[in-house]
């Protein structure tokens, strides 16, 4: 997952796909990252950090981390927030593999749409909220996408 900063949107859809694959069986690695260096090692922003507590997800523990090129190899699937972040994490693919990895992250619940998860981070708590049903949508897919490559 990854956003500008990593500490809105991205810890958040972290969190998120993190609380539903501890519900399943299903083996899997999720992470987040900033495609800028504004925010490594600092924790969500506090408002993000309410909005996964309101639903059940605690984020509280991740810190802010810069994305870089190993994350290709680290991870079969890299989801962004929106088309900035798609171009910064696409200007460091390496080969068409990689950039056959990245995906704007609503395209799974409204696919091929290219809809922007909107940063919440100048906005009131109705922003955080919103942006916390959009990414739950999409990592309800995640999970459905996955359990139907196991099964």
Same mark, same amino acid.
């Given at each position: 997952? @990854?956003? #500008?900063?990593?500490i809105c949107?991205? !810890?958040?859809? &972290?969190?998120? #796909?993190?609380?539903?694959?501890?519900?399943t069986?299903?083996?899997?690695?999720? +992470?987040? %990252? =900033?495609?800028?260096?504004y925010?490594?090692g600092?924790s !969500?922003? !506090? *408002?993000?950090?309410?909005?996964?507590l309101?639903?059940?997800?605690?984020? *509280?523990?991740?810190?802010g981390?810069?994305f870089?090129?190993?994350?290709? +190899?680290?991870?079969?699937?890299?989801?962004?927030?929106?088309?900035?972040?798609? =171009?910064? @994490?696409l200007?460091l693919a390496?080969d068409?593999s990689? %950039?056959?990895?990245?995906d #704007? #992250?609503?395209?799974l619940?409204? !696919?091929?749409?290219? +809809? &922007?998860?909107?940063?919440?981070?100048?906005? =009131? &708590?109705?922003g955080? &909220?919103?942006?916390?049903?959009m990414?739950n949508?999409?990592?309800d897919?995640?999970i459905?996408?996955?359990?139907?490559?196991?099964?």
């Open positions: 997952m @990854v956003c #500008l900063g990593n949107r991205s !810890p958040l859809a &972290e969190g998120i #796909l993190r609380s539903k694959l501890d519900k069986h299903l083996n899997t690695i999720v +992470d987040s %990252a =900033g495609t800028a260096n925010h490594v600092q !969500p922003d !506090p *408002r993000s950090t309410e909005s996964g309101k639903h059940g997800v605690d984020i *509280r523990s991740l810190r981390r810069q870089g090129v190993s994350d290709f +190899d680290q991870f079969d699937k890299i989801y962004v927030m929106d088309r900035s972040n798609y =171009g910064n @994490v200007s390496r068409e990689d %950039a056959n990895k990245v #704007l #992250l609503l395209n619940s409204n !696919p091929g749409s290219n +809809d &922007e998860v909107p940063d919440p981070y100048y906005g =009131g &708590e109705q955080f &909220e919103n942006v916390y049903q990414m949508e999409a990592c897919v995640i459905q996408n996955l359990q139907n490559d196991e099964g």
